[in-house]
């Protein structure tokens, strides 16, 4: 029998080409797009999986606290005091790891360089995360200071071979290491992301500061590994007041978090998790599976559509014995061969659209075609989707009167089965019309944050790293390039203007409380020429000058941080920053430093020698860019030629904050165009059903003097009511949806009625379309062949 039904499947589907071409292309189509966002969901899901028990490692965070113990935000980054602390006082501690990610760091063999992403760590790491070794061994690969495990595409890059075990490399123009490890490359799936690992005892050995332990320098991350069975809410509560024993100026309060949980549920109010990138996953689960139904929901329409020209069909076989049991088989049968036809042609598509995903998104899907659970996964959805899609058909096509067919007569089952199509029909617009006014509301959202003032002249602005000689020839290099012509000013400071990238609190000032020193203020350390580079705004004040010696102690604030301190004459107040005097000399407008919808934080900028890491430039607007960037390049290799020149321009810097409101918006714009042409298919199966049951009628009205324009016009209107129909079931929906996402930003656009009434008419007029070419072929058909036709 199952022979039988293949057979049967095979040629209904080669009968009917067009009908089979657009069933298997619009299945296809929601295949793939459910696929490959449940790939994405895979992917998100499984971050920070890579350990070796991944029930039992976590992340240890740290609750900020004010003067009345109440939580005022939530860090996961922590002090380099804490893992080695916990290892020796709690037993429940298995393993224990400081890790200190380095960044960009220049790494060389003698014959080649370049620059990977570096870390720092203890070797506990290595037994919290499962690396996979290629060479070396993980038991000792950390054991000699001088080591560096490097990944394969690194030894590769650098190399040119991944046999590089003892072979020795020059690190950041400073110390000669000895490769004791090769491991495979990282998944972007991971918190602690590198190139290339150095042991802990190594980062003290270069950088000085590190080898005692602090309480107040929140640059690093600590990751741990419990013992089976410990209790996490007791440990919390043992380890809730750590910091302050074993230092009375720190009053953060430790807890432990589950790292695999972290990505997704990193959002946290008064030192609970609330949600974080879990919603963003939750949309598009639901993105997912609401392309598939209508999918679905389309094969739907167009196998009822064509049910007339199958009654003869299930008529004789009824009448020959064929129970309806039979029947459903045979169409189930037809439906998941359609299916697993969709189902090649989806995974071809997933192929083509992976790499621009991954580029959109910055990660790495990939089908694993070696992984059965792969196959499982994609066997169930098959399974699913042919039975939804099939099931409808299968159940109303078996349920005819073989005694009503075969005489012809009318053998509709009545009105619930015209009903539900419209009702799916529905359904699809709705779900179509929702995503339509969900992509124009984000791209008006992005469109107001991008022009928002930034505060400062973003244009001509360009920064690089300041490394290597860079740190002990930067007057030398300023002198340089201002004579060079190339820029008219530049600054060396600890962090780019463009993003948020340091804070502190304890800072006192004349009327501060103790409940002031919780105060969350973002940081910056440079020198002079700040406010001359950026062309920020000053409202009170002066920039740090040369002309005052008194400036090596100065301080300029925004004015976000003048409201919080309350001072109705900033300039010349002392203040108290990180335990020393500092005097205020300056106070300039808010400018965007964190998020463009954002509130700005209290901003200040500290002039302190030595603390550098960013220098940013103003090129000369007199000279081509080019010219500018080339005479850069050369002046910086002369004195820095260890190093590579990168030069960014800080309004691509700016630009990049966008970048997750505008992945929605495309996410959103292409998914709302693949509802709409799947949903148009639907409407378009719909408009040949009701065309074919109305052959007869429409024969009639043409004997009788009806018009083409007056026909299209029956038979296009009941579509259209379904469209408007679904246009008032959905425009609520959206709205309220989306000001629900719009109240996440502190500054925001809002639905006007124009986006509204742009996606009804764009939506009715995209329906219209659909249905024309069904309405005008019916109309313009020989009255004479109607009338032949029952």
Same mark, same amino acid.
């Given at each position: 029998?199952?022979?039988?039904?293949?057979?049967?499947?095979?040629?209904?589907?080669?009968?009917?080409?067009?009908?089979?071409?657009?069933?298997?292309?619009?299945?296809?189509?929601?295949?793939?797009?459910?696929?490959?966002?449940?790939?994405?969901?895979?992917?998100?899901?499984?971050?920070?999986?890579?350990?070796?028990?991944?029930?039992?490692?976590?992340?240890?965070?740290?609750?900020?606290?004010?003067?009345?113990?109440?939580?005022?935000?939530?860090?996961?980054?922590?002090?380099?005091?804490?893992?080695?602390?916990?290892?020796?006082?709690?037993?429940?501690?298995?393993?224990?790891?400081?890790?200190?990610?380095?960044?960009?760091?220049?790494?060389?063999?003698?014959?080649?360089?370049?620059?990977?992403?570096?870390?720092?760590?203890?070797?506990?790491?290595?037994?919290?995360?499962?690396?996979?070794?290629?060479?070396?061994?993980?038991?000792?690969?950390?054991?000699?200071?001088? =080591?560096?495990?490097?990944?394969?595409?690194?030894?590769?890059?650098?190399?040119?071979?991944?046999?590089?075990?003892?072979?020795?490399?020059?690190?950041?123009?400073?110390?000669?290491?000895?490769?004791?490890?090769?491991?495979?490359?990282?998944?972007?799936?991971?918190?602690?992301?590198?190139?290339?690992? $150095?042991?802990?005892?190594?980062?003290?050995?270069?950088?000085?500061?590190?080898?005692?332990?602090?309480?107040?320098?929140?640059?690093?991350?600590?990751?741990?590994?419990?013992?089976?069975?410990?209790?996490?809410?007791?440990?919390?509560?043992?380890?809730?007041?750590?910091?302050?024993?074993?230092?009375?100026?720190?009053?953060?309060?430790?807890?432990?978090?589950?790292?695999?949980?972290?990505?997704?549920?990193?959002?946290? @109010?008064?030192?609970?998790?609330?949600?974080?990138?879990?919603?963003?996953?939750?949309?598009?689960?639901?993105?997912?599976?609401?392309?598939?139904?209508?999918?679905?929901?389309?094969?739907?329409?167009?196998?009822?559509?064509?049910?007339?020209?199958?009654?003869?069909?299930?008529?004789?076989?009824?009448?020959?014995?064929?129970?309806?049991?039979?029947?459903?088989?045979?169409?189930?049968?037809?439906?998941?061969?359609?299916?697993?036809?969709?189902?090649?042609?989806?995974?071809?598509?997933?192929?083509?659209?992976?790499?621009?995903?991954?580029?959109?998104?910055?990660?790495?899907?990939?089908?694993?075609?070696?992984?059965?659970?792969?196959?499982?996964?994609?066997?169930?959805?098959?399974?699913?989707?042919?039975?939804?899609?099939?099931?409808?058909?299968?159940?109303?096509?078996?349920?005819?009167?073989?005694? &009503?067919?075969?005489?012809?007569?009318?053998?509709?089952?009545?009105?619930?089965?015209?009903?539900?199509?419209?009702?799916?029909?529905?359904?699809?617009?709705?779900?179509?019309?929702?995503?339509?006014?969900?992509?124009?509301?984000?791209?008006?959202?992005?469109?107001?944050?991008?022009?928002?003032?930034?505060?400062?002249?973003?244009?001509?602005?360009?920064? $690089?790293?300041?490394?290597?000689?860079?740190?002990?020839?930067?007057?030398?290099?300023?002198?340089?390039?201002?004579?060079?012509?190339?820029?008219?000013?530049?600054?060396?400071?600890?962090?780019?203007?463009?993003?948020?990238?340091?804070?502190?609190?304890?800072?006192?000032?004349?009327?501060?409380?103790?409940?002031?020193?919780?105060?969350?203020?973002?940081?910056?350390?440079?020198?002079?020429?700040? @406010?001359?580079?950026?062309?920020?705004?000053?409202?009170?004040?002066?920039?740090?000058?040369?002309?005052?010696?008194?400036?090596?102690?100065?301080?300029?604030?925004?004015?976000?941080?003048?409201?919080?301190?309350?001072?109705?004459?900033?300039?010349?107040?002392?203040?108290?920053?990180?335990?020393?005097?500092?005097?205020?000399?300056?106070?300039?407008?808010?400018?965007?430093?964190?998020?463009?919808?954002?509130?700005?934080?209290?901003?200040?900028?500290?002039?302190?020698?030595?603390?550098?890491?960013?220098?940013? $430039?103003?090129?000369?607007?007199?000279?081509?860019?080019?010219?500018?960037?080339?005479?850069?390049?050369?002046?910086?290799?002369?004195?820095?030629?260890?190093?590579?020149?990168?030069?960014?321009?800080?309004?691509?810097?700016?630009?990049?904050?966008?970048?997750?409101?505008?992945?929605?918006?495309?996410?959103?714009?292409?998914?709302?165009?693949?509802?709409?042409?799947?949903?148009?298919?639907?409407?378009?199966?719909?408009?040949?059903? =009701?065309?074919? &049951?109305?052959?007869?009628?429409?024969?009639?009205?043409?004997?009788?003097?009806?018009?083409?324009?007056?026909?299209?016009?029956?038979?296009?209107?009941?579509?259209?009511?379904?469209?408007?129909?679904?246009?008032?079931?959905?425009?609520?929906?959206?709205?309220?949806? $989306?000001?629900?996402?719009?109240?996440?930003?502190?500054?925001?656009?809002?639905?006007?009625?124009?986006?509204?009434?742009?996606?009804?008419?764009?939506?009715?007029?995209?329906?219209?379309?659909?249905?024309?070419?069904?309405?005008?072929?019916?109309?313009?058909?020989?009255?004479?062949?109607?009338?032949?036709?029952?």
């Amino acid at each position: 029998m199952f022979k039988l039904n293949f057979k049967i499947a095979l040629r209904n589907i080669w009968k009917n080409k067009t009908s089979s071409l657009i069933n298997i292309s619009g299945l296809a189509i929601g295949l793939a797009a459910c696929l490959l966002l449940l790939l994405y969901v895979a992917y998100e899901w499984n971050f920070d999986g890579q350990t070796f028990d991944p029930s039992n490692t976590y992340k240890v965070l740290i609750n900020n606290v004010d003067a009345n113990k109440k939580v005022t935000s939530t860090w996961q980054a922590s002090t380099n005091a804490i893992a080695p602390l916990f290892k020796s006082e709690y037993p429940e501690v298995e393993e224990a790891a400081r890790i200190d990610g380095a960044g960009l760091k220049l790494v060389a063999n003698g014959r080649k360089s370049l620059k990977r992403t570096a870390c720092f760590a203890d070797a506990d790491i290595l037994r919290i995360y499962k690396y996979t070794f290629t060479s070396g061994d993980a038991k000792s690969a950390m054991e000699a200071p001088n =080591s560096i495990i490097v990944t394969e595409s690194t030894a590769k890059d650098l190399f040119g071979t991944t046999d590089v075990l003892n072979k020795s490399v020059h690190f950041d123009d400073k110390v000669d290491l000895k490769i004791t490890g090769v491991i495979k490359d990282l998944p972007k799936n991971t918190s602690v992301f590198f190139d290339f690992l $150095m042991p802990w005892t190594l980062n003290e050995a270069l950088n000085n500061w590190i080898k005692e332990p602090s309480w107040g320098n929140f640059n690093y991350n600590t990751i741990v590994r419990m013992a089976p069975g410990t209790d996490i809410n007791k440990f919390n509560l043992s380890i809730k007041g750590f910091m302050h024993r074993h230092n009375q100026y720190a009053d953060g309060q430790l807890l432990v978090f589950p790292l695999s949980k972290l990505h997704l549920y990193s959002t946290f @109010v008064n030192g609970v998790s609330i949600g974080g990138n879990i919603e963003q996953l939750r949309l598009f689960m639901g993105l997912a599976i609401g392309i598939l139904l209508i999918a679905c929901v389309n094969f739907m329409n167009m196998a009822t559509a064509k049910s007339e020209k199958r009654a003869k069909e299930v008529g004789i076989k009824k009448t020959i014995g064929a129970t309806r049991r039979s029947l459903i088989s045979q169409f189930l049968m037809e439906s998941l061969v359609l299916t697993i036809l969709s189902s090649v042609l989806a995974i071809v598509l997933i192929e083509l659209c992976i790499p621009v995903f991954n580029n959109l998104f910055d990660t790495s899907l990939r089908i694993n075609y070696s992984n059965s659970f792969i196959w499982l996964g994609l066997f169930a959805v098959i399974l699913l989707t042919g039975l939804i899609s099939g099931s409808y058909p299968a159940f109303y096509l078996s349920s005819f009167n073989p005694v &009503q067919i075969l005489r012809k007569r009318n053998f509709k089952t009545g009105l619930f089965s015209v009903n539900l199509r419209q009702v799916l029909v529905v359904g699809q617009f709705s779900f179509a019309i929702i995503l339509i006014i969900a992509t124009i509301v984000i791209y008006k959202q992005i469109q107001y944050i991008k022009n928002r003032p930034i505060g400062y002249d973003i244009n001509t602005l360009v920064q $690089m790293p300041q490394e290597g000689e860079l740190y002990g020839k930067y007057n030398l290099l300023k002198d340089r390039l201002i004579r060079s012509g190339a820029v008219t000013s530049l600054y060396q400071s600890s962090g780019t203007i463009a993003n948020h990238t340091s804070s502190f609190s304890g800072m006192e000032w004349k009327g501060s409380t103790e409940a002031d020193k919780g105060i969350n203020f973002s940081q910056i350390a440079t020198t002079y020429d700040f @406010v001359k580079t950026t062309g920020l705004k000053l409202i009170a004040g002066r920039d740090f000058s040369e002309k005052f010696a008194s400036d090596s102690a100065a301080l300029l604030i925004n004015t976000t941080a003048l409201k919080l301190m309350n001072l109705a004459d900033p300039i010349g107040q002392p203040v108290n920053y990180h335990g020393n005097k500092f005097t205020i000399v300056g106070v300039f407008r808010d400018f965007i430093q964190d998020a463009p919808g954002s509130k700005e934080t209290p901003l200040v900028v500290a002039f302190t020698k030595g603390w550098g890491g960013v220098l940013t $430039m103003r090129l000369n607007p007199a000279n081509p860019v080019a010219d500018n960037l080339a005479t850069i390049e050369k002046v910086v290799k002369d004195i820095n030629p260890a190093y590579p020149v990168e030069l960014t321009f800080v309004d691509q810097l700016y630009a990049a904050k966008l970048k997750a409101q505008q992945q929605l918006g495309v996410l959103s714009n292409m998914f709302g165009g693949l509802a709409i042409f799947i949903s148009c298919l639907g409407l378009f199966g719909l408009a040949a059903y =009701s065309a074919e &049951q109305r052959t007869k009628e429409i024969g009639v009205r043409k004997i009788l003097g009806a018009s083409v324009s007056s026909l299209m016009q029956l038979l296009s209107l009941s579509f259209l009511k379904m469209v408007g129909f679904a246009i008032i079931i959905s425009v609520p929906v959206a709205t309220y949806l $989306m000001n629900n996402w719009l109240n996440g930003f502190d500054f925001h656009t809002n639905v006007s009625w124009m986006v509204v009434l742009l996606t009804a008419v764009g939506t009715l007029a995209i329906a219209l379309l659909t249905v024309s070419y069904q309405a005008y072929k019916a109309a313009n058909a020989n009255p004479v062949d109607a009338l032949k036709y029952e």
